[in-house]
């Protein structure tokens, strides 16, 4: 199985859950939103759009907007409350089945960590018509830092994401060829209050490479114990934390005459 029928198939199997599990997502969705910039877009893009948080947002600030949402998991697409857009994808970020230049805004709320950076970027450089613009939202290197600390104590496994950094995000946007307007850096914490229901919400978001009990895993039950024993070291007076570092970008495909 290669690493992009592995993501999509995590996707898929978390679709039913997903929109219930998924609050930090919404949030992460609904902030975007409020970054877009406020230009006549004849054509919008939702790009891993999952099971649709942003497309009732992008409709409201886009009412006569062709508005096109695409995820690469049939069963994220099936899992639609009904939505606002016009045409639903089923397609790979890396390969949109959509003309060159075709669209004037591109919006990615927590989907581009999922694939190969540089490719996903220059894929949306070649749809986004010049002067147009892209909006997304992707984490960073310490996203889920509790997870590989809790995991460290017993193999050498990663169990998360090699999550990028900020420079690498940078290059990667230079490389396509977008330039980045705005770009910014936060972080966020969810708290849980115990080990299982932090393995099983990242599970039901479609994100778990962490075995979720100790008899379905290959861990034994004394590293399951150090696991939670590392967990519960990592304890505040909130619950067991769980970081988000999260980037949000403004970018634009320059115009014809613009440097870059
Ligand atoms: C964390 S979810 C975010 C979904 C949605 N944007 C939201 O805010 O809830 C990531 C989504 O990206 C999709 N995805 C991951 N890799 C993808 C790819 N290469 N092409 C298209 N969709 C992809 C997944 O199927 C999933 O629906």
New binding site residues.
Partial sequence: MTE?TA??RS??RA?DR??AA?RL??Q??DR?LDMLPPIAAGCVL?????????SAGLRGRYPDALLLS????PA??GAHAPMSDNARMC????ALPLRDGSVDLIF????LQ??DLSR?LRECHRVLRPAAAMCF?TVLDGTLREIDKAFATVDRARHTLPFLDEAAVAEALGAAGLVAHHVERSRQVEYFDDVRSLLQSNRD???SRVPLHPRRATLGRAAWQSVCAEFEAQRTPLGIPLTYELAWVVAYRPGQGDPG
């Fill in positions: 992009l993501v999509r996707f898929s679709a997903y929109a998924a997502q919404r992460v969705s975007l939702d790009v891993g759009c999952g099971t649709g948080f942003a695409a995820d690469f998991s994220m697409l397609a790979d970020a890396h990615s709320s927590l989907m999922w694939c996903a939202a978001i479609g994100a």
